[in-house]
């Protein structure tokens, strides 16, 4: 059958896969790795790990080892390849998915998140260690290997970012925590001990919260035992959205002029963290776009907003306007990509490209409309 998430490396690709059947026609073997108790019952939601061996020459595939692990993969943002020890890192969540509490384990009734060492022998992935149950009661929302570091991102009410030392990763060590409001769901490092973190913002309501507008956090984790945010930018209320939530590739960073780029669409109209109504969605895009800023020692500067919108058709006006749900994959109707091409920043929509000075990005220096008679005005990915 298919495959959950894809990880791969130049020497190997890894297929996770939820090992869940539904309806077994037959009894399975004592060793099957699947769990056949059925989709509110799958207490372990185990994921069978297979890595697939391939030849860089000719390109010949070949099945190299299996393994299990306990929980769910948020993405391919979850691995990490240590081919010196021959073994891999995964980060999981277990428990609780599908808003059910397990009935034989009590300490299942709540979510974990686990970050979890297999080592390849004799055409097995075996667990040789785990740093098991941090974060309680959240799930993964964000993760990045760095060096020897990983940085995970869980959420139930604030966000917890945590450190782990991967220096041999048969020994994984959690180093830090550090909690503020709101999430990030993609991280990406800027500078050496800098984190930027594209999330949400969130509206604190006793034991849970209400996501806000898109948030960009600046991290430092130069000290991962005392790791600070140093800076962070809310745009728009509940129901606002930033492709980079849901596609890494939206990111844009120039180290040379130590630019980050985010493309986000702004709502009003929802409600902000001071009313205590938090569950209200926007519905007037006041901006859509991409939003730059340059980074600093310890701040992020906006220094400019790049819009397409004046080439949206009317049509979809409409569609602008509404709120996107924070786990949904939304595709802007304005700018969704920026690139760095021939020393200047280019901005990408459905219906045209813009070209900026990167010495001053609010001069548009060329562009090119694509014409349609028939607009599409959908976001879905």
Known sequence: GGGDQIYMTTTGLYVAKQGIRWQPFEAPPADDPYNYKGRYHNLHETQIITKIAFDSATGQLAVHAVGNVQGRIKDQWAFKEYAGANAIS??????????????????????????????????????????????????????????????????????PLFAFELANPLEPTLLGELKIPGF????????????????????????????????????????????????????????????VTGDH??????????YIGVPVVELSGGASNQTGGGSQMGNTATFSGAVLYQLGVSELTEVARLTHR??????????????????N?????????????????????????????????????????????????????
């Open 90 to 159: 995964i980060a999981t969540t277990t428990s609780s998915k599908w808003g059910v509490e397990a009935e034989e384990d009590p300490l299942q009734n709540f979510q974990h998140n686990h970050l979890w060492i297999l080592v390849e022998e004799e055409q097995k992935l075996v667990l040789k260690a785990s740093v098991n149950n941090f974060g309680p009661k959240e799930d993964i929302r964000a993760i990045r290997y760095l060096g020897t570091r990983a940085y995970i991102v869980t959420y139930h009410k604030t966000d």
């Open 184 to 243: 990030s769901m993609y991280l990406h490092p800027v500078a050496d001990g800098r984190l930027v973190g594209v999330g949400f913002d969130a509206d604190e309501q006793g034991d849970f919260s209400w996501y806000q507008g898109i948030q960009v956090s600046l991290f430092d984790t130069s000290d991962p035992s005392n790791m600070a945010r140093i800076d962070n930018h809310v745009h728009g209320t509940r129901g606002s959205h930033s492709e």
């Open 249 to 258: 590739k939206a990111f844009y960073h120039n180290a040379e002029y130590q």
């Open 310 to 327: 004046e080439w949206i058709p009317q049509a979809c006006e409409r569609q602008l306007n509404s709120p996107a749900w924070w786990q």
């Open 329 to 381: 994959a939304v595709r802007s109707l304005d700018i969704n990509r920026l690139f760095t091409v021939d020393a200047r920043l280019l901005t990408v929509s459905r219906f045209g490209i813009k070209a900026h000075d990167l010495a001053d990005p609010t001069q548009t220096l060329a562009s090119t409309v694509f014409t349609t008679s028939n607009p599409d005005c959908s976001t879905s990915k």
